[in-house]
């Protein structure tokens, strides 16, 4: 786990709203606090879908929204003249690109021992972090996987130019 700061506030939430850096993402949830405080959960409802909705989701692998989908929403709620008082945001790695980081990294974990892969997004007014994450549904003292997903990240943060510090 590593937290990096992001120093272009401004770029990123340009990234973040209106690009399509993050659209692959999976939200896990996301608060935002301006006047009032929303919170989004992103686990997906299969009753809601109808069957060939569903079963997609379902050959996807997928129970969480995409950001892209919730995208335009967030948009909506943080844009205006003022700044958000605060958000948090979670994204998760969906599970065909955790299988493909596993594959390309010789990590001795497999995709069944894997909760998800975390990127954590806080702006406290001031100052916006970005919090990397594993989560294993198993015991290992094997940090291999942490240190090639805080790698990743990192490298991502470079190929979309989002200049960052290392905390």
């Not at 003022?82 to 945001?89: D, M, N, Q, S, W």
């Not at 003292?141 to 990192?154: A, F, I, M, P």
Request: net charge negative.
């Amino acid at each position: 786990m590593i937290a990096l700061q992001v120093q272009d506030i401004k770029s990123f939430m340009s990234k973040l709203l209106i690009g399509t850096d993050f659209d692959a993402f999976w939200l896990l949830e996301a608060t935002v606090t301006t006047s009032i405080t929303y919170t989004l959960d992103g686990l997906l409802h299969p009753d809601f879908f109808d069957t060939q909705e569903a079963e997609l989701l379902q050959a996807e692998g997928r129970e969480y929204t995409l950001w892209k989908d919730i995208k335009p929403f967030c948009f909506s709620i943080m844009k205006g003249k003022k700044t958000p008082l605060h958000f948090k945001i979670v994204f998760m790695l969906s599970k065909k690109n955790t299988e493909k980081l596993l594959l390309g990294n010789r990590v001795s974990l497999s995709i069944d021992d894997i909760f998800g892969l975390f990127v954590n997004f806080q702006y406290d007014g001031t100052h916006l972090t970005c919090t990397t994450g594993t989560s294993v549904k198993t015991f290992t003292l094997d940090k291999t996987l942490d240190h090639v997903w805080d790698e990743l990240v990192q490298k991502f943060f470079r190929q979309q130019q989002i200049p960052y510090e290392i905390l």
